[in-house]
């Protein structure tokens, strides 16, 4: 069998001399063409992430990312098939003209293989696409999530009876796809690790709420920017896991409708130049004669903030 999860770079030609522009949901029902699922699983989550939307080069060339999740069912249709056979996207016929495959690894591949003598104990995440999460303010409305913590960054585990039932997100991918010997350790350590995972922002990505206008006049709030994440303490074990969630969290996407192209991030890692060593945990010191000051925070108003702040994580699904 051919490694999966698999992922494709696609470059495509656009026939049509004059269309609307291509729209997240005239994506969306391509692919539900190319990989339909059971009346059963309609509302499910799916099994592949579209990593953003065919994206213009010029000279009507478009260039599109897509992500096959699952480890065990390969696609009913593979892409590679479909050069030179043109694809309607909405009002566009956009014909195949490559289909790269840039990832090939088992989810054993990328859970248990060693990592090298460089340990990952940072990144740099950025957004590609509007990242879409919501919380619940006072009132039990559904508002939008702009700085959430890492945790919820990562996805969701769902457990029912004592055992894993599904997830989504990066930590989903797993819970759902990779083979339950693995999974149930690997998600053991990666979430018991999850607290030693700081985010800071980027200086000048700052996150950002950000307004996408969907189909019937509609609008979809997420958010836009980068941040960076670091491994702040753990040992070597941690700091592997850490490199294998980020790897996941650049091919499933990050928050809602992922499958629908939104939460797409570009992560680019960072590791120690040396051998690795357990890194030690920082403390803080009192300084005498100081009063400590909240840095405040500049993404989103006020009454999003408080909310964001004070949620904690709920295993919300991610679709």
């Known amino acids: 069998m051919v490694p999966v999860p698999r992922r494709w770079t696609v470059i495509l030609r656009d026939l049509s001399d004059t269309a609307r522009p291509i729209r997240p949901e005239d994506c969306h029902g391509l692919l539900n063409r190319w990989w339909p699922q059971p009346p059963e699983e309609h509302a499910a989550a799916k099994r592949w992430s579209m990593n953003g939307w065919p994206r213009p080069l010029g000279d009507r060339l478009y260039h599109w990312t897509l992500t096959w999740l699952d480890d065990e069912v390969p696609p009913s249709l593979d892409p590679e098939d479909l050069v030179g056979d043109p694809q309607r996207i909405g009002d566009h016929l956009l014909v195949p003209l490559s289909v790269t495959r840039t990832h090939e690894r088992t989810y054993a591949q990328m859970l248990v293989e060693p990592r090298g003598p460089s340990a990952v104990r940072a990144a740099e995440v950025r957004s590609r696409t509007p990242v879409v999460m919501t919380t619940r303010d006072a009132t039990g409305e559904r508002i939008p999530h702009i700085w959430p913590s890492p945790r919820r960054l ?166």
């Not at 709420?209 to 836009?224: D, F, I, K, P, S």
């Not at 803080?284 to 909310?307: E, I, K, L, S, Y």
């Open 154 to 319: 990562f996805g969701a585990v769902h457990r029912s009876g004592g055992g894993i039932v599904g997830g989504s997100g990066a930590v989903g991918a797993v819970a759902r796809f990779a083979p339950p010997a693995l999974a149930e350790n690997w998600l053991e350590l990666v979430l018991g690790g999850m607290a030693q995972v700081r985010r800071t922002p980027l200086p000048g990505e700052e996150v950002r709420l950000a307004e996408h206008h969907h189909a019937e006049n509609r609008t979809v709030l997420g958010w836009h920017g980068g941040f960076r994440l670091e491994m702040a303490g753990g040992d070597r074990r941690h700091a592997d896991a850490f490199a294998a969630l980020l790897e996941l969290l650049e091919l499933a996407g990050v928050g809602k409708y992922t499958a629908q192209g939104f939460g797409s991030v570009r992560v680019d890692t960072v590791t120690c130049g040396r051998p690795f060593a357990e890194a030690p945990v920082s403390r803080a010191r009192r300084m005498p004669n100081r009063v400590a000051r909240r840095t405040p925070q500049r993404v989103g108003d006020a009454h999003v903030r408080a909310v964001a702040e004070a949620e904690e994580f709920g295993g919300t699904l991610f679709d």
